[in-house]
């Protein structure tokens, strides 16, 4: 754990939010921090030194997706992720676990905006029971029992710095009763994933394949604040997790998702790092990093920029480039914007990319969000070093 540190730079007069550091064998993290989706070892589009060079500090990949393709035992034999997808930076990589929940019951967008109520949305996800998750491939469709055990050790070979205990993530339609079920039993899955990653029960190498790595547990509960603070319990008292991560279903609003976060925020300490699953919406990372949240993760960025979608400033947060009043606009997408494509490119051209099907439309439009959301992370960052983050977010919007 000597090769990992966390530490507190400064805290917010009137709010949860704190800046800090999480350094890592492959670099510092300055936090809050968006975490980049490379789900298969690929940020959609772009390359990661591209992406290192747009101020990108982490990367998260996804356990599930690369056991399937191209196999943990590939990706260990280049040395790791890191070397596997040449990106000389800290990793993250989630459990698997959240494909319990998406495969069969749909993505955590589905959840906010309260689509998919019946999870009939897939037929990926087999069966859950004690020992772990069996999942159809979708790519020949074998059969695969993805266990806690399972997981940490593709976690090894996949080798990112911070890793993440198996679990299930419910989704927000099931009862109370089924909540704690599954609570209890990620809490069962956690400690198998700890005794897997400390060598307890069966023989593992002690290090990634890229080096030492972290674990992070996860908070669970729903939207039940007494199962909440059952979970928070059952995590902080785990001297095994450098970091912890608030998991789960966050119920079917925005409204009920940030309640229930805020509520799971305060009741941490700065003991651990908090990283937030699956959100990264600008509009919540402003509200949300108040709560005392240092990373996000979230596909958004890259999948708003491969359906014409460019971040902005404006109050909407994005503007659709494919949208026919940019056809002869030779304004960049934000005039002070200093990303390569803002500099280099107008509005016109990338809405004629875009409606020609031209790749590099996806690719001008990823930079751009990218480098926006890096920024914006850089900006939050200095706002809560010299405590005024509430008129920073004012400052921040052009509408």
């Known amino acids: 754990m000597s090769n990992f540190t966390w530490k507190l730079n400064n805290k917010s007069s009137v709010s949860r939010a704190r800046t800090g550091i999480i350094k890592t064998p492959h670099g510092d993290i300055k936090t809050p921090a968006f975490i980049f989706c490379g789900t298969k070892a690929a ?45 000389r930076g800290p990793m993250l990589t989630d459990s698997g676990g959240y494909q319990v929940f998406s495969l069969g019951h749909g993505s955590v967008a ?22 772990g998750a069996l999942f159809k491939s979708y790519l020949d469709g074998s059969n695969h029992l993805l266990t806690p055990e399972k997981s940490i050790n593709i976690q090894r070979d996949i080798g990112a710095d911070l890793i993440l205990v198996f679990d299930e993530c419910t989704p927000f339609h099931v009862d109370k009763t089924y909540t704690s079920e599954s609570m209890h039993r990620s809490h069962r899955w956690a400690k ?3 005794d897997s990653f400390e060598n307890k029960n069966i023989y593992l190498p002690k290090v990634g394949s890229s080096g030492p790595q972290s674990l992070y547990g996860i908070i669970q509960g729903g939207v039940f604040e007494d199962l909440r603070d059952e979970s928070i319990n059952f995590n902080i008292n785990n001297k095994s997790f450098f970091g912890l991560a608030i998991g789960g279903s966050l119920g079917s609003t925005k409204e009920e998702m940030h309640k229930i976060v805020k509520y799971t925020a ?12 699956g959100i990264g919406d600008p509009k919540d990372i402003w509200s949300l990093v108040k709560c005392g949240i240092d990373t996000f993760d979230c596909v958004s960025p890259t999948r708003l920029a491969r359906h014409g979608a460019a ?8 503007i659709n480039i494919r949208n026919s009043k940019y056809k002869e606009n030779t304004n960049p997408i934000d005039m002070r914007c200093p990303c390569s494509t803002c500099k ?17 439309g996806l690719q001008l439009l990823t930079c751009h969000n990218i480098y926006f959301m890096n920024n914006l992370m850089e900006y939050i ?8 983050l509430d008129k920073a977010e004012k400052d921040w919007y052009e509408d």
Do not use: C
């Open 43 to 87: 940020l959609k589009s772009f390359s990661t030194l591209d992406a290192k060079i747009n101020n990108t500090q982490v990367i998260l990949s996804n356990t599930y997706h690369l056991m399937l393709q191209p196999g943990s035992k590939t990706i260990a034999k280049h040395g790791g992720l890191h070397h596997f997808m040449n990106w």
């Open 110 to 131: 589905d959840e906010i905006k309260g689509r998919n109520a019946k999870g009939n949305k897939s037929r990926s996800l087999l069966n859950i029971t004690e020992e």
């Open 192 to 194: 198998r994933s700890v």
């Open 266 to 277: 305060s009741k941490l300490t700065d003991k651990h790092p908090i990283h937030l699953l």
């Open 311 to 318: 971040l902005t400033k404006k109050r909407k947060g994005k």
């Open 344 to 360: 280099n490119y107008s509005l016109s051209y990338l809405h004629h990319l875009l409606n020609s099907q031209e790749l590099l």
């Open 381 to 388: 960052r200095n706002a809560i070093d010299l405590d005024n």
